[in-house]
């Protein structure tokens, strides 16, 4: 397979020998990983021990909650540990994979320096002030970019760091059939044969808990229809990852094109868009739907958000619910219309 490395060559040449010898690395993934994000801080990590040696460690926010997301970092032994556990002045350089600064969507605290970014959604003008950006909006993963480091640098790995960078691009690109461009299939088709197909399937096949379960009950009774689009909420929820598995349920709806959700965890209210029209981008949206509200993110065809701090019971969700799909009526220019319950009761 010819593959075209050239800028991610040039571009991790450059950065590991400005990062050889300072010390202590920290890389920081988006709260409530999926495993785009965790493939890459690996693959990242990784690559850092084996060109210059330096101790690297992996941090998040939030919860591992989706059951795939479970498995795969029980069955792959992926090192990552809640930021908050650590104390941050230790590290000497700060990297950033499958997010970015500022973002609302990773803990890393606001002001501290970031030195790395390497991301596939779009460029947030934070970034200018990062020594090392690499942001590339036109692929679909962000283990696509970390993976091209490893094969320019030579740089060798074993299956189990080849079936994550699978999966990664694989769900993060559904197969790559969302918003997945040449180098995520090169990569697809390149880690396919290294992969563990054991692994991939418990991955793919996880065990989950009976509040799984109810949580595809709400969802169903809480959904509304309004023509094209659904909405839905899960009010009170114990795992932040439920509301964009949800949306990814109910996307397979007929006649559905965009799918709006949320629910609450602990003090944030979660948010997650998702659509089939390629002429949305999906981020850009669910900024406009937030603004002033809180903070989002995505793109082409997935997105999310967080508004914070939210409490409140049901009546103020609900309230919540119809002030976010009346926003992203305007947004998209369509005329409010009534919307009707998925299910009668």
Same mark, same amino acid.
């Given at each position: $397979?010819?593959? &075209?490395?050239?800028?991610?060559?040039?571009?991790? #040449?450059?950065?590991?020998?400005?990062?050889?010898?300072?010390?202590?690395?920290?890389?920081?993934?988006? &709260?409530?990983?999926?495993?785009?994000?965790?493939?890459?801080?690996?693959?990242?990590?990784?690559?850092?021990?084996?060109?210059?040696?330096?101790? *690297?460690?992996?941090?998040?926010?939030?919860?591992?909650?989706?059951?795939?997301?479970?498995? $795969?970092?029980?069955?792959?032994?992926?090192?990552?540990?809640?930021?908050?556990?650590?104390?941050? &002045?230790?590290?000497?350089?700060?990297?950033?994979?499958?997010?970015?600064?500022?973002?609302?969507?990773?803990?890393?605290?606001?002001?501290?320096?970031?030195?790395?970014?390497?991301?596939?959604?779009?460029?947030?003008? *934070?970034? %200018?002030?990062?020594?090392?950006?690499?942001?590339?909006?036109?692929?679909?993963?962000?283990?696509?970019? *970390?993976?091209?480091?490893?094969?320019?640098?030579?740089?060798?790995?074993?299956?189990?760091?080849?079936?994550?960078?699978?999966?990664?691009?694989?769900?993060?690109?559904?197969?790559?059939?969302?918003?997945?461009?040449?180098?995520?299939?090169?990569?697809?088709?390149?880690?396919?044969?290294?992969?563990?197909? %054991?692994?991939?399937?418990?991955?793919?096949?996880?065990?989950?808990?009976? #509040?799984?379960?109810?949580?595809?009950?709400?969802?169903?009774?809480?959904?509304?229809?309004?023509?094209?689009?659904?909405?839905?909420?899960?009010?009170?929820?114990?795992?932040?990852?439920?509301?964009?598995? $949800?949306?990814?349920?109910?996307? %397979?709806?007929?006649?559905?094109?965009?799918?709006?959700? $949320?629910?609450?965890?602990?003090?944030?209210?979660?948010?997650?868009?998702?659509?089939?029209? #390629?002429?949305?981008?999906?981020?850009?949206?669910?900024?406009?739907?937030?603004?002033?509200?809180?903070?989002?993110?995505?793109?082409?065809?997935?997105?999310?958000?967080?508004?914070?701090?939210?409490?409140?019971?049901?009546?103020?969700? %609900?309230?919540?619910?119809?002030?976010?799909?009346?926003?992203?009526?305007?947004?998209?220019?369509?005329?409010?219309?009534?919307?009707?319950?998925?299910?009668?009761?």
């Amino acid at each position: $397979m010819n593959l &075209d490395l050239t800028n991610s060559r040039e571009f991790s #040449e450059k950065f590991i020998e400005w990062m050889r010898g300072k010390g202590r690395v920290l890389i920081v993934v988006h &709260d409530n990983p999926d495993p785009d994000s965790l493939a890459s801080a690996m693959a990242l990590k990784h690559l850092i021990l084996k060109k210059t040696g330096q101790a *690297v460690t992996i941090a998040f926010g939030g919860i591992i909650g989706r059951g795939e997301n479970r498995v $795969m970092v029980k069955e792959l032994e992926i090192d990552a540990v809640p930021i908050e556990n650590l104390d941050l &002045d230790v590290f000497n350089v700060v990297c950033m994979v499958d997010t970015q600064p500022n973002t609302g969507n990773n803990s890393f605290p606001a002001g501290r320096d970031v030195h790395l970014v390497i991301d596939h959604h779009p460029e947030q003008e *934070v970034c %200018r002030r990062c020594q090392w950006v690499d942001i590339r909006e036109n692929y679909g993963a962000s283990a696509t970019i *970390v993976f091209e480091y490893l094969v320019s640098q030579g740089v060798t790995f074993g299956t189990k760091l080849a079936t994550i960078l699978f999966y990664a691009i694989k769900s993060e690109t559904q197969d790559l059939g969302r918003e997945g461009g040449r180098a995520d299939r090169d990569a697809y088709m390149y880690l396919l044969p290294l992969s563990n197909n %054991r692994i991939l399937f418990h991955v793919t096949h996880p065990k989950v808990p009976r #509040e799984y379960f109810f949580s595809y009950n709400r969802a169903i009774e809480n959904s509304r229809t309004y023509g094209e689009v659904l909405v839905f909420n899960l009010y009170e929820i114990d795992n932040p990852d439920i509301v964009a598995e $949800m949306a990814d349920f109910l996307l %397979r709806m007929e006649g559905i094109e965009v799918v709006l959700g $949320m629910g609450q965890y602990q003090d944030n209210e979660i948010l997650s868009f998702r659509t089939l029209r #390629e002429d949305l981008f999906a981020g850009q949206i669910m900024r406009k739907v937030v603004d002033g509200l809180g903070t989002a993110g995505g793109h082409g065809m997935t997105a999310g958000g967080q508004i914070r701090p939210m409490n409140g019971n049901q009546s103020v969700q %609900r309230e919540l619910e119809t002030t976010l799909t009346r926003r992203l009526f305007e947004v998209l220019g369509k005329k409010p219309v009534r919307g009707k319950k998925l299910i009668k009761s």
